[in-house]
């Protein structure tokens, strides 16, 4: 299983940006599907879940800026990131659920990563 995101870079406060997840190796729409930044010096945090179901949770700091959406045809899930704030900078992850009956929102719920995407806000 590989997965391959995109679409960082630097951004003004203000701003937008749509990140991209590329998986292989899987059947892409059986599984729920997460993301996780991390800024310096911080431990690893949710960001937003869409399931197999299509049920989607989003952390409170982004709930209203940012969309998580999915392609099950193309294996591709986005995070459209709007009103981008200095504190939403990290490196951002995206990654696949370990199974139906794990949890959402914990960096041990999810078995597969990707290799991360900067995200750069300034203010």
């Known amino acids: 299983v590989q997965l391959q995101a995109s679409g960082g870079g630097l951004v003004q406060a203000g701003g937008s940006l749509r990140l991209s997840c590329a998986a292989s190796g899987l059947t892409f729409s059986n599984y729920g599907l997460g993301w996780f930044r991390q800024a310096p010096g911080k431990e690893r945090e949710f960001v937003a879940n869409?399931?197999?179901?299509?049920?989607?949770d989003y952390a409170d700091s982004v709930k209203g800026r940012f969309t998580i959406s999915r392609d099950n045809a193309k294996s591709i899930m986005y995070l459209q990131m709007s009103s981008l704030k200095p504190e939403d900078t990290a490196v951002y992850y995206c990654a696949i659920r370990r199974s139906v009956y794990s949890g959402t929102y914990y960096p041990e719920d999810y078995r597969y990563w990707g290799q991360g995407t900067l995200v750069t806000v300034s203010s």
């Open positions: 869409i399931k197999s179901s299509g049920s989607i």
